[in-house]
């Protein structure tokens, strides 16, 4: 059974027009740093294991923030997260945030960690830590016209691994819906094994990029070419040359979910 947060950001993710049908992602795994093309805030946000507990923005145009009069800067509460994730944040230019455990706690911060944050917010680069320890937060994401250009980092691993497994079937169900849009519901599709996920997080050092704009379905599988291009922090030249990119590329495969066995695989061609 889906459970209500599953479903919920299902239904919201459905109503978007403009869906990116590629995902690149230039991967750090040392320093647990992606930067992506492709994956959105919503996205995001429904790909997590959990909810985010509160947001402190350091960059945005969101009009419905509550503003904290100890540090001058605008945070999100959990329960209205989602309305930010309805809104046309890439047309915010500038989204950076990170998360915060208790709203309460951004009254211990001092000088030097208000400092650290609006350098964070400001060059879009951490100062020193990407975390704080009163703030306890476990992300830093720091985007440029949202889904274009998003550098994100992550405490723990594992939220990057949950957010693979997740973002493949959400992109593969949501393209589905808005290319036939007479379907009478949203397929639905498995998250990729953690075992796959690890595959996929390696070859991110080699800039991943993963194509649905070219996948197949047959009615056995379905056919997601992937391939490594290489490492672009411009997204423009990631973009606008992708043919050649993919041309030069190491590695040609295929993500193939089996229709019958719900099973998941990464076939090199």
Known sequence: MKSEHHVRWLERLSKTDGIRDLIYINGNINEKCFITYGIEFKEFVYSLPSPISNILLLKHQYDES???????????????????????VYGYGNFCWIDVEDISSLNLLEPHDLAALLYLGHYQKPLNSQFNNKLNNQF?????????????????????KHLMSRIVPLKISSLNQKRFSLLRKKSEYPPLPLVLVNTLLTLTNDGLLIDFQHMVHT????????????????????????????KASKLRANLILNKKDLEWSLIEN
């Open 66 to 88: 509550d503003f904290h009069f100890g540090t001058l800067l605008d945070y999100v509460e959990g329960e209205q997260i989602h309305k930010l994730a309805q809104d046309h």
């Open 219 to 246: 009615r056995k599988d379905v056919q997601v070419p992937v391939y490594t291009i290489g490492e672009f922090l411009d997204m423009d030249e990631m973009y606008n040359e992708v043919d050649e990119h993919k």
């Open 140 to 160: 830093v994401y720091l985007a440029h016209d949202d889904g274009w250009f998003n550098k994100t980092y992550y405490k723990d691993i594992y939220d990057m």
